[in-house]
């Protein structure tokens, strides 16, 4: 299961780059703090930094 999230605020990731507000990413935790990720760019995320969105799920196969 991971949780989507958007950025509020411009945050810039380990790889040195800057992603801007609006830029969906997956983020793991709970708490004031996360850990975000964009195409494998690890973001540490405050509390204040992102709106967390909808819940996804790996779909089933269904026979």
Avoid at 4 to 30: C, D, F, H, K, N
């Amino acid at each position: 299961m991971k949780r989507r999230a958007s950025l509020l605020v411009p945050v810039s990731g380990l790889s040195g780059t800057t992603y801007p507000a609006g830029t969906s990413v997956i983020i793991q935790g709970r708490g004031a703090a996360v850990d975000g990720f964009v195409d494998g760019d690890w973001l540490p995320l405050a509390w204040w930094e992102f709106t967390q969105g909808d819940i996804e799920e790996t779909p089933s196969t269904k026979a």
